[in-house]
């Protein structure tokens, strides 16, 4: 059988399903409603949904067919008029069947201080503090090989027989040989000696293309907090969203995705929601730069700014994740400039602000870049799909929440550890200096000095005279 492409709209007392089902034989076609489940049959397609409320079969119900479309319109009444459905453009959560058992795993641990006061989904994130460090498992306590990773960390002994195709797209050699401390460890370290100060300060004193890229306008530019009122994600903000919701093909590729629940605990949740934050950074910057026309190198970059993807890293704190980021994005890519990371961190907030659609379709043009390159459509079965299927279960008040520690987080140069005021206060005296030697009407020496400020940072002499500079002055 064939899953037909769908979407749903509501209003007060109806639900109305449109079914793509072209050639297919429009008398024989079968509907059936019971409660929360509405069922669609017509050879070759069949549907069936689970809908978050129940449904009413009274005479009221419509059914046509547009041939031009090939679409099928069903119009049915809620039991309760007036009841909001929600999720409905989640359309892997409504294919799950409604007795989905979870597979359980082998052991799990109870914490023994739960018991029946526990507080609601909604309720548990409302004063979460994004801000705490979590302590990772000592290297001491587990052997190599029982280092994980991938979705929840939940993956091991998965790329063994695949280590040359995923040298091309992680910096971790072996994860299988490497702990979680480790790896945090031997990425921060990479990433302090890959910085490159020339490229950073050309950037910096490059303020033409850094500026038009300042001054892009993202596809969610508009829906951010100024539509949502109080700062809460209301129905209108997300009705906003929706209107404008999947594509045709986006929508294939929530059909496509595997019926499936996650069971985890709330640290994990909390690192997938740290992971999260890194994947959506590097959507972000590849957005931003890109201007919104994705090229070649964009499935590259998304994946090497993300420590998530890069290291298979687990981060310990909110600001660790959004520091880790940062700097990638002063290491890595072409544009290396502080004030555009501080954007794309404001535009990874805007996104959150817009809800699970917006993260949503975030994470479904990520897993086509991958698919599309050879190899990192690995990532997609090690993150990105299951990220797909979670963030359509997430509570919107935990993602508010996200948000808020975002807002409420302050990155600054000092705590990249790449000594960006040094090195910027060693070329603004060098500048001042070849200045001051131009006013005073030394000898023409234009061959060896700088006409403007690009090629100031590019000459080596100069960088090696702020490098003297910077040792004196620390």
Known sequence: MITPSFSI???EGFLTFHIRAPYTKVSDAEIFVEDSEFRFYSKPYFLRLSLPGNLSEDGREEASYDADKGEFNVRIPKETEGEHFADLDMLSTLLAPINHQVKKPLIEVLDCQT?????????EWLDFDWQVEQNTVSDDTILPSDSCYGFANKVSSSVRNIHTELSEITDIKDPESISFNERSNARTLQELKDFDEEHYLADLYESEAIGCLLKFQPDWFGMNRVNIPNGEVTEAATSLVSNRTFTEEEKVQLVQ?????????????VTLVFGLIDIIFGYSY????TEGENTVESAWLIRKLSPTLSWFDTHTSLKDCVTASVRRSLVYPFHRNFALSNQVLQDVIQILCLGKVAI??????????????DPHFILNDLYITDY??????????M???????????KIEKCDLDLELDELEEAADLVLQEDQSSDV????DTSNNTISDEQDTVNDKSLVQEMNKMKLSCS
């Open 257 to 269: 995705l595997p019926h499936k629940e996650h069971l985890l605990t709330q640290t994990e949740k």
């Open 286 to 289: 590849n957005h931003r730069t």
């Open 399 to 409: 993602i508010q929440s996200i948000r808020n520690g975002l807002e409420e987080l």
């Open 388 to 397: 797909c299927i979670w963030i359509q279960y997430c509570d919107e008040q």
């Open 9 to 11: 709209e509501q209003s």
């Open 115 to 123: 018991n029946s006061s526990t507080p609601d989904a909604e309720d």
């Open 360 to 373: 949503l379709k975030c994470l479904l043009q990520i897993q086509t870049l991958f698919s599309r390159s």
């Open 440 to 443: 005073n009407g030394e000898p």
